[in-house]
């Protein structure tokens, strides 16, 4: 088995940075005064409570033993709405007619919290989930549209993505999935998405993804365990596409673009089901340090440097590229019987194949 070397991830020490700044500008006290704190009963008797309110909303340190059933006339915010570090609070279900967040929705250190129901919010700007330890039941059954970004951090829920989210068919910025534990797999029916982010996760089987989608970076790093459906629909252009450091992945489709303008890099995995990756026209595609298994493609019709280095497991390679290839590199590389390779090559192209252990044949088609 081929031993995996895990190590941080950009994407992973990015996301914490911004989480960790965003919560100590809060918790400092850096209120300014188009924001209304709750902390106790006098601050929440004291609201000026409309069906619009025109400023953020931050609960620090609240508990169960408040009343909120004047929160219950709020329709709109034009801010942010946001918790922190309420450590006795099990319930967040008292804005039963909010229908729009103009800002984001952030809770995070809420350690009791099993419920969050929202049963009409429709939009919001943004959704952060950090650090609830407890089974988290969520209902958000009519949210169709988070305008920005999605993070789930350090998150447990009984139910699946699906149930979670069952209308979202709409994320503007990222899909960011770090530290969770789902007890079911999920599955989001996503129409529109920019980036996808999945980094650490102990027990998420399952990501699907519907598309197709105009752009989107993918970054999947250090999962445990990480079944990813979807994508099997032709994405019409890939900004990056990252996967690194996942010890048992599945990939029951194909990645599949038209154009995959930077580089791609796939290193230090297990695979448990065959690589494929199909592309019109790409970048720089390098497969190196991976245990494979069965047979691994490549069929871009246009790309640059081609790199597959120090892998092991696996049997058959297939490289094809009929219209305009780069580069070819292929090296030290174990347990791999036959390379096949398809391709047309121009007087600035190069073939290497070196210093591979197990192999027996190679197939060049020009």
């Known amino acids: ?87 006795r609070l099990t319930k967040l279900d008292f804005f039963s007619n909010l229908e729009h967040i103009e800002g ?35 209902h958000l059954p009519e949210l169709s549209s988070v305008r920005s970004n999605l993070t789930l951090h350090g998150f447990k829920s009984k139910s ?5 989210f069952p209308k979202l068919t709409h994320i503007g910025g990222a899909l960011s999935i770090g530290k969770c534990d789902m007890t079911a797999t999920g599955f989001m029916q996503l129409k529109s998405l920019r980036h996808l982010y999945l980094t650490d996760n102990d027990s998420l089987t ?11 970076s993918i970054g999947i790093s250090q999962n445990k365990f990480l079944e990813l ?20 992945l599945y990939l029951k489709n194909p990645f599949h673009a038209k154009t995959i303008k930077g580089s791609i890099k796939v290193s230090e995995n297990s695979f448990y089901t065959p690589f494929i990756i199909k592309a019109d026209k790409a970048g720089n595609l390098s497969i190196t340090n991976n245990t494979l298994i069965d047979s691994t493609l490549v069929d871009i ?15 058959k390679v297939f490289i094809i590229c009929p219209d305009n290839c780069g580069s070819i590199f292929i090296q030290n590389n174990s347990s791999f019987n036959d390379i096949y390779i398809s391709a ?3 007087s600035t192209s190069y073939l290497g194949i070196s210093e591979n252990e197990d192999l027996e044949r190679v197939a060049i088609v020009r």
């Open 1 to 87: 088995m081929h031993l995996l070397k895990l190590k941080p991830s950009i994407t992973c020490i990015l996301l914490i940075l911004f989480l960790s700044l965003t919560y100590v500008g809060t918790v400092n006290g850096q209120i300014g005064s188009d924001i209304l704190k709750v902390e106790n009963q006098s601050d929440l008797d004291n609201l000026e409570i409309s069906d619009t309110i025109n400023k953020s909303i931050y609960f620090i340190g609240i508990d169960d033993e408040l009343d909120y059933s004047r929160l219950a006339d709020i329709k709109v915010i034009n801010g942010s709405l946001e918790f922190y570090d309420s450590e």
């Open 160 to 164: 699946n993505l699906e149930n979670l």
């Open 344 to 346: 047309r090559f121009d």
């Open 301 to 315: 019709s246009r790309n640059g440097k081609v790199e597959f280095r120090n892998n092991a497991g696996g049997d």
């Open 229 to 248: 459906d979807g994508l099997e629909e032709e994405l019409t252009y890939i900004d990056d596409f990252r996967i690194t450091y996942n010890e048992s």
């Open 206 to 216: 399952l990501i699907g993804l519907d598309g197709p989608f105009d752009s989107l």
């Open 104 to 138: 984001r929705f952030h809770i995070t250190d809420c350690p009791l919290l099993t419920q969050i129901a929202f049963p009409i919010l429709l939009v919001v700007e943004e959704i952060i989930l950090i650090n609830l330890e407890g089974e988290i039941e969520v």
